[in-house]
Nanobody, 113 residues
Framework: QVQLRESGGGLVQPGGSLRLTCATSGIVLSNNDMGWFRRVSGNQRELVAVITKGGMTNYAESVKGRFTISRDNARNTVYLQMNSLKPEDTNIYYC???????WGQGTQVTVSS
């Protein structure tokens, strides 16, 4: 059974940084493309960042140059380093494999002064 546990969110001022962590179980992480997502409306989520099995990365235009996705296959963990945070980054962030598994609880990121 795939389990995804996000952590690392919190309240940060504009311009600040956070590092999100996604601990996975029930999958062989090295065999999967992984992504970080956030809600756009209702139950819809947008892909914020993706890292392939081979380590290639891609980002939504809104976060390009500010966010960095990485993975540690030995620790079954995926990370999202978030720098230069803006109020519009406020959201619940989720990780998932691509194609997806059941969603975890996500982690709340709030950017506010």
């Amino acid at each position: 059974q795939v389990q995804l546990r996000e952590s690392g969110g919190g309240l940060v001022q504009p311009g600040g940084s956070l590092r999100l962590t996604c601990a996975t179980s029930g999958i062989v992480l090295s065999n999967n493309d992984m992504g970080w997502f956030r809600r756009v409306s209702g139950n819809q989520r947008e892909l914020v960042a993706v890292i392939t099995k081979g380590g290639m990365t891609n980002y939504a235009e809104s976060v390009k140059g500010r966010f960095t996705i990485s993975r540690d296959n030995a620790r079954n963990t995926v990370y999202l380093q978030m720098n230069s945070l803006k109020p519009e980054d406020t959201n619940i962030y989720y990780c998932n494999k691509i194609p997806g598994a059941p969603w975890g609880q996500g982690t709340q990121v709030t950017v506010s002064s």
